[in-house]
């Protein structure tokens, strides 16, 4: 209520999700207007294998 | 049809999931009116570094 | 905390939808063994022309 | 590349998800280094009759 | 078994949404493996105003 | 713009995905006339024990 749902690539810290769900709440506070206490946020890593844009896995080398 | 998508903490054991799927495919169907046949149920665990309420990691230690 | 997302198809009444959050939460809980106030369900209808099974929308007449 | 779904009650105006797009996004980048071009926000407005907590939709009244 | 999620911009007419569930499952099948009969497609349109790139929606005018 | 998931059971090879990731990419693009630089497709392996069906989870033997 609201519910936030980051999926990115694997490999940010912990630091740095702290910081991005302090920050991303205040966000959504300051511009909606819900309590931070109402404020979930989810965090999905992602491999890059399993990710894929143009039809090819991000892992995998741009053709040149 | 239907597909129920549970996110939890993780640590539940399988006996739980297994008790879980089954009280909630048949909480869905007396209710709504489904086959249980045709009731999907997907289980996703998320690490409490993970999950932030109010800008805070759950993972993390609440201010005193 | 959990998040229970219930994707089905539209035309549920908001009486069973009641009753069905009510009855799965209460599933939840009872296997699970989180407190009610924890579990959030949120609905998603989906139109049978926006679901596909086997690669026919689910609208579609079925083939003879 | 991020992607960055929001669920939240329906209400909110065109003028708040802009602002709101526009601050979360900021608020990613300066945390998690990506650039701006590459974040993704989907906004999923969700009715109260479609949200429950505790089991009980928020569209319905509060037990006294 | 799988499920197939297509979040996409409003606009695509109902033949195209036919056309494309059954050439993404025959896609899947092919190269993943599984029977037609268990794959799964959902379609969700997405408003304009509701995604955002670069913290700008995609509903506004690009800035010069 | 579109993204599309895939969740499935958990078990096939890069190799797979990669085929996938280019068939569904192009099925799409034929279908609904995106860009191919514009789709990206996000693969989410579940474990056997992590979905049910009929109230059972598919990692169970079925009973007799």
């Given at each position: 209520m609201p519910v936030i749902r980051i999926e990115m690539f694997e490999g940010r810290t912990i630091e740095q999700k702290r910081a991005c769900a302090a920050a991303v709440t205040q966000a959504f506070v300051d511009t909606c207007?819900?309590?931070?206490?109402s404020v979930h946020i989810v965090f999905q890593d992602v491999a890059k294998s399993d990710w894929a844009v143009a039809g090819r896995l991000i892992s995998d080398p741009k053709p040149e």
């Amino acid at each position: 209520m609201p519910v936030i749902r980051i999926e990115m690539f694997e490999g940010r810290t912990i630091e740095q999700k702290r910081a991005c769900a302090a920050a991303v709440t205040q966000a959504f506070v300051d511009t909606c207007g819900a309590s931070p206490q109402s404020v979930h946020i989810v965090f999905q890593d992602v491999a890059k294998s399993d990710w894929a844009v143009a039809g090819r896995l991000i892992s995998d080398p741009k053709p040149e």
